[in-house]
């Protein structure tokens, strides 16, 4: 009985330093042409962002995501996209939360704007979006030459995969993200917009969703020339340039061209600065007699290596 | 108009059963015809030939999907008519008793370590863990309920909805620790859809439910009898401990291979029994056979809807098996409820 009440004393007391040790975190500069100092970051993609715009040292939280880039991953967790932990966000000072727009997470994040934690919700998941987002996080932390630059450097590379696929027949493309049922990329996913500019053509395209489940006999009867399968992201799982279980239709153009690919989900289903390289890889994909073989590392989990790399 | 105090002659169960396989065949036939993808039929007359995708879309894709829809609805269906007749309670379906629940542990449990990808075990680990988890949950609430050597039927619908809601929340536990590709798994494999099974799958799952469905068969007369109430029912010579101990346990294995195999498919299994009983009365010599029929026939349309709907999504089966049925079921009893009996 003693000793839980002595522990909950010393609790009490750790308890008082640690919220006093945050009222005392300086408060965002005077000189706020500088941007945030504290800043949790829910997504991936925006982590890569603001590490190319030089100011991931700032990152203090990190939400539920994969070990990179590998400098923040050991940074405490502040929740998901749909559940940030609002106490966890004000304990750590943080000055702006950049996340996702999320129906499930509002109530939270008008708690948090109400304790003075503001929260940027920035569209990382499509196409335009990484752009908009590029340039916003370039504005707020007064880096807008820098996002300027990225983004422009991204365009090129992009359109650069689009001029090598130019006049080329397009091949209809299958991109599964999930199987039994069958979810696929359907009309409004970075998937769609790239595998257009890697010169394919979706056949999930007439979907009403991003990503969508699609009949069997549907998918059939469109014959794709190249199917990208990213529904198993298990490490032991199938990987490379092999017909797996969709070997069983084979009278598809993609099977008998020896055109089906199992990819980690990590290398393309996760839109950000790696769009060009995206694109890329979806171009070896769909034309490899263009692009290439695809590396024996582009079916595998990405690993983060830009960290300590030259910028 | 047919009324309940009609007495039951071989003629009309003839009569009724061939109108009902006649109902079945009718759907299967346009489960087979329509579907996502275009079939050219007449390329089946002689002469003709089907192409390869045609054919893919019609004997690999189309006609097991149909099979199966047709079985696990007949199944779901009789599972009902078992387990109302049972617990006497006209809001039971084939989940209420804790079965589904273990069924539903047992594969999220195979889809959480990574059991459900193509290859190991031949893709069965799912059915295999959801069948053993329907069965360890059959015993467990088996023995559970059973109070002084006796079965009663208050405390198998207690043990069975509280195991069930154990389940969910063992489920919503898992949900929670899952990767997102899991929960995807998950979701779909909790929703209910009919399953793409090969012709030797379909096979070992119609020998099971034809043989369970035969054993039920053998106690109509008792079900009969039981709807006078368990006193009743001793009166007129009906073991009635062992009667419901072998239906808990024959609709509990009903359940557990629909689950196993497809998931939660609901209103399947609670609302034919309830429409056959509106049109054939509750005579149980009629209504299993008939619970088979119109049940593989209410599935087979209602996946038929849920391929053409959205082409070229899908919907998932349950949604088109409430949305349709529910308002025909109440347009039924609004009708011809008068002539209803339990």
Redesign the interface.
Known sequence: MKGLRAKKVVFGVAWLVLASACSKTPPPPPDADDGPRRVAVMAPATAEILDVLGVLDRVVGIGQFGPWPASIAELPEVGGYDSPNVERLVILGTDVVFTVKSEAAAPAHRRLNKLRVRVVELDTSTYEGVFNSIKLLGDIFNRGKMAEKLAARMRVELQDVERRVYGVPRRRVLFV?????E?VAGPGSHLDRLIEIAGGVNI?Q???APY??????????R?PEAIIDT????AN??RGRQP??WG??D?LPAVKNNRVYWID?SQLVIPGIRLPHMAQLMGKLIHPEIFGEPDPSDYLALEYDRDGAPN | MVHRTERLTGRRVLIVTLLLAALLALCIGGGIAFGAGTVNFSSLLPGGSLTEVEHAILLQVRLPRVLAAGLLGGALAVAGVVFQALLRNPLADPYVLGVAGGASIGGVVALLLGLGSVGVMGGAAVPAFAFAGALAALLLIESIATVGGQLTVYSILLTGAIFNSFAAALIYFIQSVASLQQLHEIVFYLMGRVPALGYQELAVLALAIVIVDLAVYTMCRDYNALSLGEEGAMLLGVDVGRTKRFTFVLGSLLTGLCVAVAGLIGFVGLVVPHMLRLVIGPDHRLLLPAAFLGGASFLVLADLAARLLLVPNELPVGVVTALIGGPFFLYLLRTRGRNYAF
Do not use: Y
């Not at chain 1, 969508?212 to 009867?221: A, G, T, V």
């Not at chain 1, 529904?231 to 298990?234: A, F, I, P, Y």
């Open positions: 993200i999930g199987r039994d049922p979810f999930g007439d979907l009403t969508q489940q699609m009949s069997k006999e549907s998918i059939l009867e014959q529904s198993d992201n298990r799982s199938l797996g279980a069983v239709w009278f989900p």
